[in-house]
């Protein structure tokens, strides 16, 4: 049976610019980190994204080492891409990276116009598709000059293989100097993607600033900390959860009877706003302007459900963000 998206959707998303361009994302987007490999069922992924896009996620993000294994992520996306949504490419911003390690030899990992060229010609291949929407430097490289680095990218887009190019993980040094180069080459920084959560703050030393000022947009990924903050490890670890497979981001020791005491805190702030715990941690994130989306992982159609009900409620009180501080501080 074909798949015909919801006719309401655009309705059922808010929409925020990204930086000054002329970009609009999605509140929330859909992150293909976990979930979308070949150790998942594709059938389920499938039906993740149709949900995300009935609720006008428009945004897909992806990266060539997305699995697992690596590179699976793209292939099942770009499957699904052909069965599921091959009238609905120009509703779509679609979005993958390069900078870790995808093949053996010194030219498949880093930053090098060589390996940024050659995976992203890979990625195309792996969806099916002629160009992707942003392109990312998923990290520094330090060997590397910057230059020829931010060169690759300009070219990228004047091949017609990306419309627009991003940074992740760059501190606020190192975004600076990148923004700086784009600009210069005459292909500005679209987007930031950082990773960002309530356990997670270093962007909010410049970087967050820096972002306004150059008028980039910014993603944040990992707002839930690998699923961390969410009411899943309230009692402990799962054996269905994350931190249970070995393959997880999220690690058995970071359960601490410590940290499941701070999370039943934060929990019990979440409840007093009429949310679950990782909803008020996306609201968290998005209760701040600078931000232009959340990316956000779901492993079940119904998880994804969840996490957009944050959109609900995105105000917060002086007296709330005092406690989550206090909180997060004990």
Not at 59 to 78: I, K, M, R
Not at 112 to 135: E, G, P, T, W
Not at 193 to 218: F, H, N
Request: aromatic share 8%; proline share 5%; glycine share 8%.
């Amino acid at each position: 049976m074909s798949y015909t998206p919801h006719s309401e959707r655009y309705q059922k998303m808010q929409y925020r610019r990204c930086g000054n361009s002329g970009i609009m994302l999605p509140a929330i987007s859909l992150g293909l980190w976990h979930n979308f490999g070949h150790v998942d069922q594709l059938e389920n992924s499938s039906n993740i994204l149709k949900l995300a896009f009935d609720n006008g996620i428009t945004h897909f993000d992806l990266a060539n080492n997305y699995g697992p294994p690596p590179g699976s992520a793209e292939e099942n996306f770009g499957k699904l891409l052909i069965r599921d949504f091959s009238g609905y490419r120009d509703e779509l911003i679609i979005s993958t990276k390069a900078g870790y390690t995808m093949w053996d030899g010194p030219y498949g990992d880093w930053g090098s116009k060589k390996y940024l060229v050659s995976s992203l010609n890979q990625s195309l291949k792996r969806m099916n598709l002629d160009y992707v929407d942003i392109f990312y430097h998923h990290r520094p490289d330090p060997i590397t000059p910057l230059e020829e680095t931010m060169a690759a990218l300009d070219l990228i887009v004047r091949q017609g293989k990306a419309l627009y190019v991003g940074i992740s993980n760059y501190k606020p040094e190192e975004a600076s100097k990148a923004i700086s180069i784009l600009k210069e080459l005459g292909t500005p920084c679209l987007i930031h993607q950082p990773k960002y959560s309530m356990y997670e703050r270093w962007i909010e030393d410049g970087l967050l600033a820096l972002l306004k000022t150059e008028g980039v947009g910014c993603i944040p990924f990992s707002p839930l900390a690998q699923g961390l903050l969410t009411d899943k490890y309230l009692s402990g670890v799962p054996d269905d959860s994350r931190a249970a497979k070995a393959h997880g981001a999220l690690q058995k020791e970071q359960i601490t009877p410590e940290r499941i005491a701070q999370l039943s805190k934060l929990n019990e702030v979440a409840k007093s706003r009429g949310q679950k715990l990782a909803q008020m941690a996306l609201s968290w994130i998005l209760k701040d302007e600078g931000i232009t989306s959340v990316l956000v992982g779901a492993s079940r159609p119904e998880q994804l459900a969840d996490s957009l009900k944050c959109l609900e409620n995105t105000d917060f009180t002086p007296i709330e963000l005092e406690k989550i501080e206090d909180i997060l501080a004990s």
